[in-house]
């Protein structure tokens, strides 16, 4: 029986290595994969979905007004689905997913953050967390070896930002993973500095 899965973890954690690894593992049984990303993510192209040790596949592009259910209708020889960056898509494009799962018995692997620079959730993750039927922490660390969960936005010069809009796309260069105590650290840290 197929289930909906949501395979998260900080900035670092390897989640589109493991999305992509997955495909490759399905593709090597002769299975067809259906690699999916949201429009939002465009830091390497619109389509190409890359990983930071180098794996890249093309990918079809959600938009935000785009019906998944109604897509897969045209892709429907498909054995799965494999979604990266799935906090960036919509609480309604969560249920299409949940729908190709319950209807037609397709696995549908979402891979992506929980939690944006400000540890708020994302809608899509926040919908993941509510629907999938397995919900996998995908794990890295802070540079002081504790578990890392938070995913600390930098500026230029390194320093955490604790202001602006949630979506800002960027890799190591924006972002860093870190241990709550850390960031809360780096937060004083930046305060006592003004």
């Not at 289930?3 to 999305?19: D, E, H, I, Q, R």
């Not at 992509?20 to 949201?38: C, D, H, S």
């Not at 070896?145 to 390194?158: L, Q, T």
């Not at 796309?169 to 993973?177: E, L, P, Q, T």
């Amino acid at each position: 029986m197929a289930k909906l899965y949501f395979k998260y973890g900080a900035m670092g954690s390897s989640k589109t290595a493991n999305a992509l690894i997955t495909k490759f593992n399905y593709e090597e049984r002769g299975m067809k994969v259906l690699l999916i990303k949201p429009a939002t993510d465009d830091r390497d192209g619109v389509k190409t979905v890359r990983s930071r040790i180098g794996l890249a596949e093309d990918a079809i592009v959600i938009r935000r007004e785009t019906d998944i259910y109604e897509l897969f209708l045209t892709y429907d020889d498909h054995h799965v689905i494999i979604a990266d960056e799935c906090q960036f898509f919509t609480e309604k494009q969560i249920d299409e997913l949940r729908r190709i799962v319950d209807e037609f018995d397709v696995p549908v692997l979402c891979f992506g953050l929980r939690t944006d620079f400000l540890t708020r959730m994302f809608e899509g993750s926040h919908r993941l967390f509510e629907v999938a039927d397995s919900i996998t922490e995908i794990k890295t660390i802070c540079a002081c070896g504790k578990k890392a969960i938070v995913n600390a936005r930098i500026d230029e010069k390194g320093s955490v930002v604790t202001e602006g809009g949630q979506i800002l796309i960027g890799g190591n260069d924006s972002y860093v993973a870190m241990c709550h105590s850390c960031w809360k650290k780096a937060i004083a840290k930046k305060e006592t500095e003004k």
